[in-house]
C-alpha cells in the first residue's frame, strides 16, 4: 500500500502563490499516476492537475492552465503543484492521489486545505 502525505496549504492572498507537496512511501513502485485533487466546501471533489510516475503532466484542469504546475522530484517520491496567480476560487481542500495502471484512484492523502483571500 502507498502511504501519501500532503503538505504546504495555507492562507495566502489573491494573486499570491503556493506550492504543495506530496511525499509518497510503501509500495511506490506499484504507481502509475499521481493527482492532485480539490474539493471545496458543499462541492464534489475535481482532478486539477495529474502526472505520471514516470515523468510528464499529462493534465491541467482548463482553468488553471498556465498558473497550476505539476511535477515529480528527480528521482524521488514527492510530486508538488505549484500554484500562482491564485483565485479566490481556488480555495479548498486539496488531496493528492495515487492509481495503478489499470485502477481508478484509489489512495488518499489526508489533504491540505488552501484559502485564498480576496
Known amino acids: 500500500q502507498v502511504q501519501l502525505q500532503e503538505s504546504g496549504g495555507g492562507l495566502v492572498q489573491a494573486g499570491g502563490s503556493l506550492r504543495l507537496s506530496c511525499a509518497a512511501s510503501?509500495?511506490?513502485?506499484?504507481?502509475?499516476?499521481v493527482g492532485w485533487f480539490r474539493q471545496a466546501a458543499g462541492k464534489e471533489r475535481v482532478l486539477v492537475a495529474a502526472?505520471?510516475?514516470?515523468?510528464?503532466?499529462?493534465y491541467t484542469d482548463d482553468p488553471e492552465k498556465g498558473r497550476f504546475t505539476i511535477s515529480r522530484d528527480d528521482g524521488g517520491n514527492t510530486v508538488a503543484l505549484q500554484m500562482s496567480s491564485l483565485k479566490t476560487e481556488a480555495t479548498a481542500v486539496y488531496y493528492c492521489?495515487?492509481?495503478?495502471?489499470?485502477?481508478?484512484?484509489?489512495?488518499w492523502g489526508q489533504g491540505t486545505q488552501v484559502n485564498v483571500s480576496s
Open positions: 492521489a495515487t492509481r495503478r495502471k489499470t485502477n481508478p484512484y484509489g489512495c
Open positions: 510503501g509500495r511506490t513502485f506499484d504507481i502509475y499516476e
Open positions: 502526472i505520471a510516475w514516470s515523468g510528464g503532466a499529462i
